[in-house]
């Protein structure tokens, strides 16, 4: 449709959809009639940087005036935390625009339109190169099942299709000699000679590669062959449970659920399409089951229609949705990050850039000298984490860091040394940091802003009452971290949070059981809470787990005798932990440990200590 200009009418909502194949963007007038539409390339947000990401908009806004409203979903964005920083790129493009934010299933899912009467709830059953369910209710809870990509997941997709059939040729190969029709299908539209040279390609295959062996599944079964036929039969079968899964959640048994097909292989393919369908009446009987008759992008034009030009900019976060915590989190609020010691200036170092290299390192020195008694001034607080750890060790809990950056690796590192230390079970002490294993050596983007992604962190660690919940945050105000912290009280665990802000205010109702403030300082390089801060965690964390290590008898005088002789250097230590225990020689020390397995409280019982 040709770029006419709206004339008088008094607004235009822009949509804009972003996959990972393409991008569709398109304008409609205030009636919802399509001004233009346009596509761009594709925009998965896990995979753009944040100036990709403005790239991209950018690109967009430039082929469409400026809309009243802008309604956005892009693959990718699974977290509050993602939808906040797609607000955030739109609002530095589309200045003072309101902006929904979403994902691309949920554009997808208002793209069939309101709920209809009788209807409890609406789900996205979607099967195109990955699968996933999405679905809400009338009263607007949300749920998902599968969309755990091509190797945890992908059930009845284009993928799996492809994955299966490639297998099932192999396999009746090695079983009797065969190569089938499937086979030979499959051969030929790879343009392979021989089934050997499927492992070469199967290596350096994409998911995309594939998922594009589907049509010859779906061609092969229109000929009654009967290996594709199984094939489509489970994707079918494996499809309609995730669907019926997810609308478990969101209705009670025999409430009306619509279930709306969206994706390329249900929406290409429509005898699969009834076989899930029937597959999904099979376990939910009175099912509603459609495909979806509109584009994806529209659900987005109406998201961004629903819009007023009363609300906030689309540069404001907006609050997490779940749980039953408060809209606007106190104890994170960034208009007061400026108040933390942490981000304030060190008076002496304002000339860092030009000082000699040796007054820096004396400058340096001397703020680490401050350090110890500013964690002595916080003594008795640390004193009751102690014993609450040490307590919930004897009770059969685990103490958990929780953090972000240096915090977080500085929560793993104290963790990762308990076991050969104290041969503690890997479990006691655990390490959780924003962003997962990838923010131990590289930086996360966002991964400390997501207050739900801590809350999860521990409900799938499994974190319980007799655990201990310490959350570590330079500045005392990271959001991964408080939201751990909730959801800690809420489960009822012990918990503490260790910043370096004294200037840290919490209203009472959101405080953790100890706030451990050490008035440190601020950092000679302003802002750097790898430096002093990172230093201090070290120091407490170290106190934290040798001093509840050694209440629960993991040392004897100040022995290791529980040590884990992993190595060459251990096992000499353990050898000589055993000398002087039993007041033996290295060949007695060293015989009662083998004898023990190099288990050293054992071999100093075997050894001749009583103690």
Same mark, same amino acid.
Request: proline share 5%.
């Given at each position: ?5 709206? /004339? ?57 005036? *400026? ?10 964005? #699974? ?11 739109? +609002? ?69 299709? @492809? ?39 199967? #290596? ?94 529209? /659900?987005?034009?109406?998201? +961004? ?64 000298? *401050? ?99 310490? @959350?570590?945050?330079?500045? @005392? ?5 408080? /939201? ?128």
């Amino acid at each position: 449709m040709g770029k006419r200009d709206p /004339g008088n009418e008094s607004g235009a909502f822009l949509g804009v959809e972003c996959g990972g194949t393409r991008t569709v963007a398109m304008l409609v007038d205030t009636r919802g009639a399509e001004w233009h539409r346009t596509s761009f390339g594709p925009a998965n947000l896990r995979l753009l940087s944040d100036a990709q990401l403005n790239r991209h908009f950018r690109a967009v806004k430039r082929e469409f005036p *400026t809309p009243t409203a802008i309604g956005i979903g892009m693959a990718g964005a #699974r977290t509050e935390a993602d939808r906040n920083r797609i607000r955030d790129a739109a +609002a530095k493009v589309w200045r003072n625009i309101p902006c929904h934010a979403t994902n691309d299933l949920e554009t997808a899912l208002a793209a069939d339109g309101d709920a209809r009467s009788g209807v409890a709830a609406r789900v996205l059953v979607l099967s195109g190169t990955g699968s996933c369910c999405h679905g809400r209710n009338r009263e607007g809870t949300t749920r998902k099942s599968g969309g755990w990509g091509h190797l945890l997941g992908d059930k009845g997709s284009g993928h799996e299709i @492809g994955m299966r059939a490639l297998k099932a040729a192999v396999y009746y190969l090695d079983l009797d000699g065969r190569w089938t029709t499937l086979g030979q299908r499959i051969l030929r539209a790879l343009n392979l000679n021989e089934p050997d040279q499927l492992i070469d390609w199967v #290596r350096d295959a994409s998911k995309d590669d594939v998922a594009a062996l589907a049509p010859e599944v779906f061609a092969a079964a229109a000929r009654r062959d009967k290996i594709a036929t199984d094939i489509l039969s489970g994707a079918a079968s494996s499809l309609a449970k995730d669907a019926v899964n997810c609308a478990a959640g969101l209705a009670s048994k025999g409430g009306k659920v619509r279930f709306v097909f969206h994706g390329g292989v249900l929406l290409n393919q429509p005898a699969f399409a009834k076989k899930v369908a029937a597959r999904i009446r099979e376990r939910w009987p009175g099912a509603e089951c459609a495909p979806l008759q509109r584009d994806s992008v529209r /659900g987005a034009v109406e998201l +961004a229609m629903k819009l007023t030009p009363h609300r906030p900019p689309s540069g404001k976060p907006k609050a997490p949705t779940s749980g039953t915590r408060p809209a606007t989190p106190k104890p994170w609020d960034t208009r007061h990050l400026a108040q933390s010691v942490t981000e304030q200036r060190h008076p002496a170092s304002m000339n860092l850039d030009t000082m000699p290299v040796g007054s820096a390192i004396d400058l340096m020195l001397a703020g680490d000298e *401050t350090i110890p008694l500013a964690i002595r001034r916080e003594k008795r607080k640390i004193e009751w984490v102690v014993r609450k750890v040490a307590a919930a060790f004897d009770a059969g809990g685990r103490l958990f860091y929780v953090g972000a950056g240096t915090s977080g690796r500085l929560g793993i590192l104290d963790a990762s040394e308990c076991p050969p230390t104290f041969r503690a079970d890997p479990e006691m002490v655990q390490g959780i940091i924003a962003g997962g294993a990838r923010a131990i050596a590289n930086p996360i983007e966002g991964a400390e802003d997501d207050p739900e992604a801590g809350a999860r962190a521990l409900r799938f660690r499994g974190v319980a009452k007799k655990d201990v919940v310490v @959350g570590i945050a330079a500045s @005392g105000r990271t959001p991964f971290v408080w /939201g751990a912290l909730w959801e800690a009280r809420k489960i009822g665990a012990a918990t503490a949070l260790l910043c370096f802000n004294p200037n840290l205010k919490v209203a009472p109702a959101d405080r953790p059981d100890r706030i451990i403030a050490p008035d440190i300082g601020p950092e000679i390089l302003t802002g750097s809470t790898r430096l002093k801060s990172g230093t201090a965690t070290k120091l407490i964390l170290n106190i934290f787990t040798t001093l509840a290590m050694v209440r629960i008898g993991k040392v004897v005088s100040n022995l290791m005798v529980d040590v884990k002789p992993t190595n060459v250097k251990l096992r000499d230590r353990a050898v000589r932990i055993v000398q002087e225990m039993a007041g033996c020689d290295v060949g007695k020390a060293r015989a009662a440990l083998v004898k023990a397995g190099w288990n050293v409280k054992q071999a100093c019982a075997i050894a001749g200590v009583r103690r």
